[in-house]
């Protein structure tokens, strides 16, 4: 069965897409800057299932644990065939008092979106544990696609950070240009672009968000599980440079 690595392992979307892979039969590797992979077995009961789970560290702000990750891949004797980039931060998304974002966490949100993702494709197909990996997906957002929705936020200028749909867009050509550059190599590259996700948000924010949605409502965490699955999938095998568009609608008005 595949193994696959999972940035941001530990994150809404990272957790559900790690649990039903891991109970689908596949071997899963997650990243996060302080892993804990007994923690997680023990909070999602995948006893049955730690033989196909590990957790490795990974700090996007650390140049040390980003050059060590493929190294980190060897000594487990790990060779994956996908890798899926979710990892992302929130002290990246900072606005200042007044309703910018400063020059640090522009540069800090688009390394961790685009520069150091790019990084680790690298790193892992120039190494020992390479020669497998065939499959890279990004999950970005529709933000990355249009403008976010002033009347969405209670405050705009201080709730909608700008680095984020930037970083985004920048995510969505960078699967272009690696589907065009690693196509030859036999390594395909696509992303996801999902619309709001049910889970965190303010009751009053999935509101207004479901009133401007043609199918009048968030995500929930599952919608999620089956376009990924798809992708990793042979079923998907003809497709590369693709910005898959899972959003209920959000993007076509």
Known sequence: MKTVIITG???LVGEAVTIHLLKEGYNVVITSRKPNRNGFISKNGLEQF???????ELDYFNDSSVND??????TLDIHPEVIIHNARSLSTLKIEDNGQSSSENFLAEYKMGVVVPYKLNNLILNSSIGSKLNNIIFISSIYGVVGPTPSLYDDFDRQSPVQYGVTKAAQIHLTKELAVRLGSKGVRVNAISLGGIKGRAKDSFVDKYSKLNPQNKMLS???VITPIEFLINNGSESMTGHNL?????????
Do not use: M, Q, R, Y
Request: net charge negative.
């Open 9 to 11: 392992g530990t994150g």
């Open 50 to 56: 730690k033989e196909n789970f590990h957790a490795i």
């Open 69 to 74: 990750f493929a190294k980190n891949l060897e």
């Open 221 to 223: 965490v599952e919608n």
């Open 245 to 253: 568009i899972v959003d209920g609608g959000w993007t076509i008005w």
